[in-house]
Nanobody, 120 residues
Framework: QVQLVESGGGLVQAGGSLRLSCVAS????????MGWHRQAPGKQRELVAV???????NYADSVKGRFTISRDNAKNTVFLQMNSLKPEDTAVYYC??????????????WGQGTQVTVSS
């Protein structure tokens, strides 16, 4: 059994900052790519940022220069530092991870989501 648990969401004023965390736990042999996605009301889920185990990153154009993804491989944790937040960043943020289990099979897992609300 593998579980991803996010934390750090909340309400912030425009221009403010939040830091999201996501911890993977369970029958984990190794964690490959980890990422953050978001889904605003009435919109499709979109990729925000992704980071490989080696630390290579990729960002959505809408968050480049404002958001930073990082990870702690020893703790199976991924972070999303969000600065200069805008009302359009309001969404439920989901953590994802490609995880290899002890039986050496790999699968994508998702967290339950954390709400981020940016007021104008």
């Amino acid at each position: 059994q593998v579980q991803l648990v996010e934390s750090g969401g909340g309400l912030v004023q425009a221009g403010g900052s939040l830091r999201l965390s996501c911890v993977a736990s369970g029958s984990i042999d190794s964690v490959n790519a980890m990422g953050w996605h978001r889904q605003a009301p009435g919109k499709q889920r979109e990729l925000v940022a992704v980071i490989t185990r080696g630390g290579s990153t990729n960002y959505a154009d809408s968050v480049k220069g404002r958001f930073t993804i990082s990870r702690d491989n020893a703790k199976n944790t991924v972070f999303l530092q969000m600065n200069s937040l805008k009302p359009e960043d309001t969404a439920v943020y989901y953590c994802s991870a490609n995880i290899r289990r002890y039986d050496f099979t790999s699968q994508d897992y998702w967290g339950q989501g954390t709400q981020v609300t940016v007021s104008s």
